[in-house]
């Protein structure tokens, strides 16, 4: 049932984004007023993550599930009734509150449920809603829009809603609340403000390509407010994120690699569809099925990765997918853009193989580190650092693909050598993961 609201808020990123001009044109609106449905989407995530975890321990973890499901399947039909541009930017906040909720509730729930031994496999499931949605995205979104008309893009979303409510309901345990936790408002001032500033100046850097002293300053002061945060929970006793995780080691070296993978993940979506739709000038739906087999390849090995996890533990496997995702990232940046089909491929298989092999360990590195008592916390920053470091990641390969064309052959060079950075400190990130497990077994 998890896998229902995983597979919704993943979805809906990448989805939408590809029906914005055709929204535009629908509602009578500006292509700089609608792109708000994107970003307000985005910005009501950072809003809503950080009390992932305190509203989890507060009411229980499954309550939270359920009405975070339920929230976003009648915002997302709210979207799709939306009569103006000004609306369906309202609804899109409602969307992304309860989507910014959802995928850390859901890891929490499955964490507490099946413990440490187990959390390889089941966030390996987990991982094909989490890795596929985004891949599958443009190709049904392009495929709806030629079919149908754009409220089906959020349309979607209510069947996918509706049955994971229905399975929820009877199955999902609802957790004990913890009555005598209070919030720490402080701390939730500071973080609401400073991870949607931080997010909106990074978009903005994208959608423009350049820097402007107003994206500046707004990241300026988010970047400000963070670390006020930081401070702020250094020093309080009753933090809403618990910060001193950070000294935990294993803990560190997991979030350090799930940095790297967010920032190579997220990218990689961005500049793989730009490749086909600019590079080699394909329309939307054919772009989408030239990266099926990114998608085709994380569904498959997803399952595999967390069956390995469980069996191998994460260092291994996470070292093993880092190198993998160089070596099928790495020769787009020396390839000619109109390389044959037959070489490309078969690296964007062997790339989707290494999403899960990747992005799973990681994360499991980071969670089996931590008690039970702080997996909420631990799983709501993960997603946190998961989602400015792919905003980052996307925002730097937008930008140095618009900066370089019309040459095409250097934009994607450019923005290729970009993604492989990414993937060699996602490397690095699973040498410390190694390093730390080598030390535990030696102790």
């Given at each position: 049932?998890?896998?229902?609201?995983?597979?919704?808020?993943?979805?809906?990123?990448?989805?939408?984004?590809?029906?914005l001009?055709?929204?535009?044109?629908?509602?009578?609106?500006?292509?700089?007023?609608?792109?708000?449905?994107?970003?307000?989407?985005?910005?009501?995530?950072?809003?809503?993550?950080?009390?992932?975890?305190?509203?989890?321990?507060?009411?229980?973890?499954?309550?939270?599930?359920?009405?975070?499901?339920?929230?976003?399947?009648?915002?997302?039909?709210?979207?799709?009734?939306?009569?103006?541009?000004?609306?369906?930017?309202?609804?899109?906040?409602?969307?992304?509150?309860?989507g910014?909720?959802?995928?850390?509730?859901?890891?929490?729930?499955?964490?507490?449920?099946v413990?440490?031994?187990?959390?390889?496999?089941?966030?390996?499931?987990?991982g094909?809603?989490?890795?596929?949605?985004?891949?599958?995205?443009?190709?049904?979104?392009?495929?709806?829009?030629h079919?149908?008309?754009?409220?089906?893009?959020?349309?979607?979303?209510?069947?996918?809603?509706?049955?994971?409510?229905?399975?929820?309901?009877?199955?999902?345990?609802?957790g004990?609340?913890?009555?005598?936790?209070?919030?720490?408002r402080?701390?939730?001032?500071?973080?609401?403000?400073?991870?949607?500033?931080?997010?909106?100046?990074?978009?903005?850097?994208?959608?423009?390509?350049?820097?402007?002293?107003?994206?500046?300053?707004?990241?300026?002061?988010?970047?400000?407010?963070?670390?006020?945060?930081?401070?702020?929970?250094?020093?309080?006793?009753?933090?809403?994120?618990?910060?001193?995780?950070?000294?935990?080691?294993?803990?560190r070296?997991?979030?350090?690699?799930?940095?790297?993978?967010?920032?190579?993940?997220?990218?990689?979506?961005?500049v793989?569809?730009?490749?086909?739709?600019?590079?080699?000038?394909?329309?939307?739906?054919?772009?989408?099925?030239?990266?099926?087999?990114?998608?085709?390849?994380?569904?498959?090995?997803?399952?595999?990765?967390?069956?390995?996890?469980?069996?191998?533990?994460?260092?291994?496997?996470?070292?093993?997918?880092?190198?993998?995702?160089i070596?099928?990232t790495?020769?787009?940046?020396?390839?000619?853009?109109?390389?044959?089909?037959?070489?490309?491929?078969?690296?964007?298989?062997?790339?989707?193989?290494?999403?899960?092999?990747?992005?799973?360990?990681?994360?499991?590195?980071?969670?089996?580190?931590?008690?039970a008592?702080?997996l909420?916390?631990?799983?709501?920053?993960?997603?946190?650092?998961?989602?400015?470091?792919?905003?980052?990641?996307?925002?730097?390969?937008a930008?140095?693909?618009?900066?370089?064309?019309?040459?095409?052959?250097?934009?994607?060079?450019?923005?290729?050598?970009?993604?492989?950075?990414?993937?060699?400190?996602?490397?690095?990130?699973?040498?410390?993961?190694?390093?730390?497990?080598?030390?535990?077994?030696?102790?």
């Amino acid at each position: 049932m998890v896998v229902f609201g995983a597979f919704a808020s993943g979805l809906d990123a990448s989805l939408v984004n590809i029906g914005l001009d055709t929204i535009s044109r629908e509602l009578h609106a500006t292509l700089g007023v609608t792109q708000w449905v994107a970003s307000a989407y985005l910005l009501a995530l950072g809003l809503s993550l950080p009390l992932a975890g305190w509203l989890s321990r507060r009411f229980g973890t499954g309550r939270v599930w359920l009405t975070a499901l339920a929230t976003f399947t009648v915002a997302s039909a709210l979207c799709a009734l939306a009569p103006n541009i000004g609306l369906l930017i309202a609804a899109r906040v409602l969307q992304g509150l309860a989507g910014g909720v959802l995928i850390p509730a859901g890891q929490t729930l499955l964490g507490q449920e099946v413990g440490p031994d187990r959390l390889g496999r089941v966030m390996g499931t987990l991982g094909i809603a989490v890795s596929a949605a985004p891949a599958v995205g443009p190709l049904l979104g392009g495929l709806l829009l030629h079919a149908l008309p754009w409220p089906w893009l959020f349309a979607i979303n209510i069947p996918i809603g509706a049955a994971g409510l229905l399975l929820g309901r009877r199955f999902i345990p609802r957790g004990t609340p913890a009555t005598t936790t209070s919030i720490d408002r402080s701390g939730l001032a500071l973080i609401t403000i400073g991870i949607p500033l931080v997010v909106f100046a990074v978009t903005q850097w994208g959608n423009s390509q350049s820097i402007s002293s107003s994206t500046a300053a707004v990241a300026a002061a988010g970047a400000l407010a963070l670390v006020g945060f930081v401070a702020h929970a250094a020093r309080t006793t009753n933090p809403l994120l618990d910060m001193g995780l950070y000294r935990n080691v294993a803990y560190r070296a997991g979030a350090i690699a799930a940095a790297f993978a967010g920032a190579l993940v997220f990218g990689s979506g961005i500049v793989q569809t730009l490749y086909f739709q600019i590079g080699r000038d394909q329309d939307t739906i054919h772009a989408g099925l030239s990266l099926f087999g990114v998608a085709s390849a994380t569904v498959v090995f997803a399952p595999l990765t967390g069956r390995w996890v469980d069996r191998y533990g994460p260092a291994r496997i996470s070292l093993i997918g880092a190198t993998l995702a160089i070596a099928a990232t790495a020769p787009f940046a020396v390839l000619p853009v109109h390389t044959s089909s037959w070489i490309i491929q078969p690296l964007l298989i062997a790339y989707g193989a290494a999403v899960a092999m990747i992005a799973t360990p990681a994360n499991v590195a980071a969670y089996k580190a931590v008690t039970a008592a702080q997996l909420p916390d631990a799983i709501t920053q993960v997603n946190i650092i998961q989602r400015v470091a792919g905003s980052l990641g996307g925002a730097i390969g937008a930008v140095l693909i618009a900066s370089r064309l019309p040459d095409t052959t250097d934009a994607f060079r450019a923005a290729f050598t970009a993604l492989t950075i990414c993937a060699v400190g996602a490397l690095l990130g699973a040498t410390l993961i190694y390093r730390t497990s080598q030390q535990e077994n030696n102790s």
